[in-house]
């Protein structure tokens, strides 16, 4: 439920922020971060280049031209280039010294690819919305992450608008929302047309907007400054 866009705007909040961030798309012959972040056009390796020795890690990673500062390791696009837990793990943890966050956006599912995604990761972010086939997902790869040893996850709701939730009343309040997961809130990034249109055209996603100023506090969150959750929402 929106995954991809939410890694390439946290990464943009993060930078603002002053960090050195690396996106890596996690999801193998269905990428999308590159057009996210407008690097299509100027891209020649991904992944599977560096572990295959085509090219050097720096020679992979591709820096958003709209977001100094925000780079891409981009997964490949043949579906059978599935990459195992063991390389990637050894692979981001070499690259990892050269950033200050490295944001890896899981495929959806739980296939090899997630388990490939998360093998490098000290934290986990389950991103959701207030829908209840979503969030029993969420509460699926909750539980997964718990049986891979993952115990320091947080929840962010996406696309939330006040209005809808209060009609559709599938939960009475967010705390319920919470119950469900059984995950800890970190963020909630409202619905928000300027951001889609900024994903669209290729342009990194800036804190004039509601969706970018929601992550600002979520970025702000992650280095352990406390900053609201529900400021923005409309």
Do not use: W
Request: aromatic content about 6%.
């Amino acid at each position: 439920m929106g995954k991809s866009t939410v890694a390439a705007g946290l990464g943009a909040a993060l930078t603002r922020r002053g960090r050195r961030v690396l996106l890596v798309d996690g999801d193998v012959g269905l990428r999308s971060l590159d057009i996210i972040l407008g690097v299509t056009e100027t891209m020649a390796f991904d992944i599977a280049d560096v572990l295959l020795g085509n090219c050097q890690p720096l020679e992979a990673t591709y820096e958003c031209p709209t977001c100094p500062g925000l780079f891409l390791l981009s997964a490949p696009q043949d579906h059978k280039s599935t990459i195992s837990p063991e390389l990637m793990q050894r692979l981001i943890f070499a690259m990892s010294k050269a950033y200050d966050h490295v944001l890896i956006d899981c495929p959806a599912g739980l296939g090899r690819g997630f388990y490939s995604s998360i093998a490098p990761a000290t934290n986990a972010i389950i991103v959701a919305t207030v829908d209840p086939v979503s969030l029993q997902d969420a509460e699926k790869v909750h539980k997964q992450l718990l049986a891979e040893g993952m115990d320091r996850q947080r929840l962010l709701l996406n696309r939330f608008n006040r209005s809808t939730f209060r009609k559709l009343k599938h939960y009475k309040d967010l705390d319920e929302v919470v119950d469900v997961t059984e995950t800890q809130l970190i963020g909630i990034v409202p619905e928000d047309f300027e951001a889609q249109v900024c994903y669209t055209k290729g342009v990194a996603l800036t804190n004039r907007t509601l969706a970018g100023k929601a992550l600002d506090n979520v970025a702000a969150r992650l280095e352990g400054v406390d900053a609201p959750l529900l400021r923005v929402l409309q």
